[in-house]
């Protein structure tokens, strides 16, 4: 196959485009760089069916070659990036969408879109599943992102029942490992590294709050899956195993040996109380359920950010 995958330099993107090359696939990189790295695809820029273009989608996209897929996975991701930049946030997951949906139709090809559980806001129901409406301020500072996910959600499906386009939607939650930006502000990063240059480590709001969390290698797997699947409707892929934010911290200071007070701070905006995934679609579809434990995939992260910060 010959695919188009935007947001390739971002954390999940090039790890997608890694696994995209092993199966034997040609892959077009297009970042704009604004929260991605080059420094992620590095190793991938001497492969033959590889090519990045330092592209805004958002912008438009003017592709005369054909592809058989595209892929897109272009959106700041966290609190902290899409606080910095909303306009950039709302015109990926708007404009972007939109042309990279015009590109697919031109091509007759599929669409495979990278939503979230953001979509499912502060969520009234637990765990949650695809046929969740959704608890999200719509003007809240979040809604940057929350919106413009569900915004191209509802403009993907609209261009499947149109032109009869075949997509696919992912909604992925908390996903985690090598390759996170160290200051992107989410907990992982924050506290492994808070924890490795000991410093205290700050949770925002009073810990309680739980989150699940998937290893990337575990996303990845059901990345592709779906993608090789005639699925025309909304799949969460996460991990349902569910900690508190309070038990996150205890375990990043046990696994990195430190001995770090930990300080509290006011929660982020909107912030969900609680996030699990219902993954039985993806089980029954896919086949698919994470397999790596949380204590394994922090080991190996831990790893990966004492390199990147040189301790």
């Known amino acids: 196959m010959r695919i188009l995958l935007t947001g390739g330099a971002g954390f999940i993107g090039s790890h997608l485009a890694e696994a995209l090359l092993a199966r034997g696939e040609e892959v077009v990189c297009v970042d704009n760089l604004l929260t991605g790295r080059k420094?992620?695809?590095?190793?991938?820029?001497?492969?033959?069916?590889?090519?990045?273009?330092?592209?805004?989608?958002?912008?438009?996209?003017?592709?005369?070659?054909?592809?058989?897929?595209?892929?897109?996975?272009?959106?700041?991701?966290?609190?902290?990036?899409?606080?910095?930049?909303?306009?950039?946030t709302m015109r990926v997951g708007s404009f972007g969408t939109y042309y990279l949906l015009e590109l697919a139709k031109k091509n007759n090809c599929?669409?495979?879109?990278?939503?979230?559980?953001?979509?499912?806001?502060?969520?009234?129901?637990?765990?949650?599943?695809?046929?969740?409406?959704?608890?999200?301020?719509?003007?809240?500072?979040?809604?940057?992102?929350?919106?413009?996910?569900?915004?191209?959600?509802?403009?993907?499906?609209?261009?499947?029942?149109?032109?009869?386009?075949?997509?696919?939607?992912?909604?992925?939650?908390?996903?985690?490992?090598?390759?996170?930006?160290?200051?992107?502000g989410r907990v992982v990063p924050n506290l492994i590294t808070q924890a490795l240059k000991e410093k205290p480590l700050t949770i925002y709001g009073d810990?309680?709050?739980t989150r699940s969390f998937c290893f990337i290698s575990d996303l990845i797997e059901g990345i592709l899956r779906l993608l090789a699947k005639e699925i025309f409707e909304p799949i969460n892929l996460g991990n349902p195993e569910e900690f508190t934010i309070l038990e996150f911290a205890h375990l990043v200071l046990e696994l990195t040996g430190k001995k770090c007070p930990i300080v509290y701070q006011p929660p982020w905006p909107d912030d969900p109380e609680r996030r699990r995934p219902d993954i039985t679609k993806a089980?029954?579809?896919?086949?698919?359920?994470?397999?790596?434990?949380?204590?394994?995939?922090?080991?190996i992260t831990i790893d990966w950010f004492k390199k990147e910060l040189k301790l």
């Open 39 to 88: 420094e992620n695809i590095a190793h991938l820029l001497e492969n033959k069916r590889f090519k990045f273009y330092q592209i805004d989608v958002s912008e438009g996209v003017n592709f005369s070659e054909r592809f058989d897929a595209i892929l897109h996975f272009a959106s700041p991701a966290s609190p902290k990036d899409y606080f910095l930049y909303p306009v950039e």
């Open 110 to 184: 599929l669409f495979y879109f990278a939503s979230t559980s953001e979509v499912y806001g502060d969520p009234l129901t637990h765990p949650q599943k695809e046929d969740y409406w959704g608890n999200v301020n719509p003007i809240g500072k979040r809604a940057v992102y929350d919106e413009a996910k569900r915004f191209s959600e509802a403009l993907v499906m609209t261009y499947h029942r149109e032109y009869k386009l075949p997509i696919r939607i992912v909604r992925i939650f908390n996903t985690y490992g090598p390759r996170m930006k160290i200051d992107d």
């Open 207 to 209: 810990g309680k709050q």
């Open 283 to 299: 089980k029954n579809l896919l086949g698919w359920e994470p397999k790596v434990k949380l204590r394994e995939g922090l080991k």
